[in-house]
Structure formats: structure tokens, C-alpha cells
């Protein structure tokens, strides 16, 4: 089903993505509608499927301590931080 709906655009921004949707041949619909598609579909910022360990900005390293291979440790640091930030 589709519904109708009244945005308030500002004029330029109104008369830009008119003229886009010319040039590409589609409606202004279809460019609006694309746009919030591409919205609600992005990640929210700072998220991320993988957490890597810290890196230390004096050196670019690794942290002292920090070895890539002790997965068991890696999560248990990840579970302090974690359990810090809920506190």
C-alpha cells in the first residue's frame, strides 16, 4: 500500500533533487524514496559485527600485554569493558 505524505524541503534542496530526478529520468518519488531506503538500511555509526583490540596511538602497536592469538583473553578484555560501561 502506499501512502501520501507532505515534507517540508528547503527550496534549494527541493529544486536540486528535482533536477536530479530529470536527469536520471525517474520521479522525484522514486529519488526520495531511494534515499530514505539507503537511510534506514545503514548501520548506526560506531557499530560493528567485529571488536578489535585496542591500539596504542604512541607507537601504533598493539598495547603491551595484547597477543592476537589468546582469543580467550581478547573476549575476557572485551567482558571488563562491557561490564565497565554498564556500571
Known amino acids: 500500500m ?29 529519488l526520495i524514496e ?11 555509526p560506531g557499530k560493528s559485527d567485529r571488536i578489535l583490540p585496542p591500539v596504542s596511538t604512541a607507537t601504533g602497536g598493539l598495547m603491551p600485554g595484547i597477543d592476537l592469538n589468546d ?3 581478547l573476549q575476557e578484555m572485551e567482558d571488563l569493558d562491557n561490564a565497565r560501561r554498564l556500571k
Open 2 to 30: 502506499t501512502e501520501r505524505t507532505t515534507v517540508r524541503l528547503p527550496d534549494d534542496l527541493i529544486r536540486r533533487a528535482k533536477r536530479k530526478a530529470a536527469v536520471e529520468g525517474r520521479s522525484l518519488t522514486a
Open 34 to 44: 531511494e534515499g530514505l531506503r539507503r537511510v534506514l538500511n545503514e548501520r548506526a
Open 71 to 73: 582469543t580467550a583473553a
